[in-house]
Every structure is written in C-alpha cells, then in structure tokens.
C-alpha cells in the first residue's frame, strides 16, 4: 500500500490553532491563518520581521511586562532547547486601521523547540491561546459585571505573578552574581608555565546558577615539565563550586608530589570518597614533558584530550580511560598511557560542554572539535581558544559549563 504524502506546510496552515514559527533570532519566518487573523496582519506585515518592531508594548500602560516576558521564555527555549510554557498574558495589539487604538488581549501562550541534526534550535514553535472572548464575556447587564469582576481578578493575579517572577529572577541573579564571583575565585588566570605558551577559558551555561561545576588546572613541576588538568563535577550552582574548589585543590596538591597523572588521580579519588558530592565527578590529567617530548595521560570518565599534531592531523588521547570518582567501591589503581609530540604540536582539554549537544552522539562533537582544531590551529593559543569556543558553542550559550586549556607544545 502506497505510503499518502503529506504537505506538510499545508497541515500547519490549516491548524485551528494560534501558531507562528519564529527564527532563534526572534523573528518571523511563518504563521498560520488564525495567528494573521488574530494578530490583524497580513503574512507580508510578518514574514522576515523582528516580533517586538511588529508588536510593541502598548506605551500607554507603564506596567506592561507582555514583551519582556514573550522575549524572555523564548530566549530561554534558544538556550535550553527545552519547551516553555508562560503564565497568563496580557499583550495589547495596535489596530492597524486606527493607529494609536490599542486592543486589549489575554493569550496562555507556548514556546517549543524545533531541533536541527546538530541538537541546536532551528525555529521557535510560538503557540497562543486566545482567552480574551472568556475575560470579556458578555451576557446582559448582571453577566457583564460578573465578566468585568472576573477580568479584573485575573489581571490581578496576572500581574501578581508577574512580580513573583520578576522578584525570583532578580533573587535568582543575585545568586548569580555571587557563583560567578565565587568561580573566578576559584579558577584565576594560571601562573605563568615556563616559557610554554598556554590559554585557558572558563564559560558559565546560560542560566541562573548554571555554573562552576567545571574547572582547570596548571602546575609547574620540576624540569621541564607541567601538570595540566580538567574536571567536571556533577551538578551546578554554589555546591556544586564548593566540591569544585576542594577537588581542584586536592588534584593540584597530588599533582605535586606524585610519579604520574594516574597517582595524581588515585590519590584524588580516594580523597572524594569523604567530599559530599564529589561522586561521579569526572576529570582529565596530563603530565606534559618537553625533555623528552612525551605527554603522560589518565581518565576518570572524562573526554579525551585532543592533540593536533604538527602535521596537522588530531588525535584523541584515548587509551588511559577509567570510570569516573567513586564509581567504583573498592580501590583500583587507574591506567596510564604516554603519546610522544614534536614541536608544534597543540593539546586542548576541555570539558563536555564544549562538544556535547542534545540528541547527538558524542562523536559527532569529538569530530567537530577535530575540524576546529585543524581549521584555526595555526594561531596562537589565546587566539585559537576563542576560534574553538566561538565555532564550537552555540551562539546563545550553552545550557552547560565549558572549561578548555590549550597548550601549544
């Protein structure tokens, strides 16, 4: 039996519900007939426009919140990718015909994502649900005041709400502020590492108290040599910086007076059995030589180092890979692998947040991270940490911390 095809782009113009499609960028790349009626515009008044120039905020009304709430949930779909459903909303339209005439509306609106191959999103699903008729329903003279008293009441709560929101998102950046402060604190500018030339980069994920959960860390050891980690701690926020803090502490300290990256991180482990939290953290060590050009390597569950060769080809250093901190009850020494470089050769540790995408395999991103490194590998590191970040994270944020190293050897 013959498989019925289906247009698609017919079935969404003929959805009896409010629905427009918007690009990341907040502007309007479709709408269905009821959305054009609803909103009295024509598709050419819409298409390819940015939504507040086609529907400002009444200016008559000093309280109005519809545009900074609508550009707010939708902004936190682009980052998120993630579905988003808004309270109650008054959202006044300027009538076309009457400029200066504002019509008063009440929508229960949705934002959802539509996710390209890569995990990022491609349009915004905004979908509106009229209740404005209900609000101001009409019925004789008692039902009349019964609707304006209803309406009233909702727009109370309405704009209760509202000052909840506002008020949680103002506590919400407050604790922002102080995580942020309280990463930098903890994850200052590296010391310098000889004469080794080294650039470091710390991302806080797009949200409210979406970071220090990642870190990074540079050691000078005796010779020519230098100790060169990064970890990820599972959760966000101010526990999450604390346990941060005391494993980068802890690691710094190992780094110092073990043999190999693989003690270093025995010794780590060990000790994260007694920091709350600290389970399944995950976390990359390198010992770099330049004495006989070998770099030293152990895993606990993290992704690979990438090495750009001075030939110009990647590899991931993947053969010292274990489970991450206390994935396991008993001790077991940790492997340990060495790889030689020559000079010129590039070494970047990072965390998932820089390859990691929703609905991808992790491949994908560990090749897209290879193409990076060989595209831009030519340039200093300062240079090529902000190439790899402004290639490899999308550019609305990342709903995840990133921390990269980069070491030119």
């Known amino acids: 039996m013959r498989e019925p095809q289906i247009d698609y782009s017919e079935v969404f113009h003929a959805l009896p519900g409010i629905v427009a499609l918007l690009t990341p960028d907040l502007v309007y790349a479709d709408a269905n007939e009821d959305f054009l009626r609803l909103a009295g515009r024509t598709r050419e008044q819409l298409l390819g426009r940015y939504i507040f120039d086609v529907f400002p905020e009444n200016p ?106 506002e008020r949680l998102r103002r506590a919400h950046a407050r604790d922002r502020e102080v995580a942020i402060a309280l990463q930098e604190a903890m994850l200052p500018a590296p010391t310098p590492v000889g004469h080794h030339r080294a650039a470091v980069r710390y991302q806080p994920a797009v949200g409210t108290l979406n970071v220090c959960g990642d870190w990074y860390d540079l050691v000078d050891l005796p010779g020519d040599r230098i100790a060169v980690a990064v970890g990820d701690v599972v959760g966000h926020g101010l526990k999450a910086a604390c346990v941060m803090g005391q494993l980068r502490s802890a690691l710094s300290a190992a780094a110092r007076v073990a043999d190999g990256p693989a003690r270093a991180l025995e010794a780590l482990g060990l000790y994260a059995r007694h920091v709350d939290g600290a389970e399944s953290t995950t976390v990359v060590k390198t010992f770099i030589d330049w004495t006989t050009h070998t770099i030293t390597y152990s895993s606990a569950g993290h992704p690979p180092p990438a090495l750009l060769r001075a030939d110009g080809t990647v590899i991931f250093l993947d053969r010292a890979t274990d489970p991450p901190l206390g994935a396991r009850p008993e001790h077991v020494p940790r492997p340990e692998a060495t790889t030689p470089f020559t000079e010129g050769a590039t070494l970047a540790l990072y965390t998932d947040g820089l390859i990691e995408r929703r609905h991808e395999d992790i491949d994908v991103g560990l090749a897209r991270l290879g193409r990076a490194l060989v595209r831009h590998g030519r340039a200093h590191p300062e240079a090529l940490a902000d190439a790899l970040l402004g290639d490899l994270l999308p550019p609305t944020g990342s709903a995840d911390d990133t921390a990269l190293v980069i070491i030119r050897l």
């Open 60 to 165: 008559n009304d000093p309280a109005a919140a519809g545009m900074r709430e609508t550009q707010a949930s939708m902004l936190r779909v682009v980052a998120t990718g993630e579905r988003d459903t808004m309270a109650l909303l008054r959202y006044d339209i300027e009538d076309r015909e009457r400029p200066g005439r504002w019509v008063q509306h009440f929508w229960s609106p949705v934002n959802a994502p539509v996710l390209g191959p890569d995990g990022n999103v491609l349009l915004i699903v905004h979908r509106v649900e009229e209740v404005t008729e209900l609000i101001h329903a009409r019925g004789g003279h008692g039902s009349s005041s019964r609707a304006r008293v209803l309406e009233a009441e909702l727009y109370t709560r309405a704009r209760e709400l509202q000052d909840v929101n």
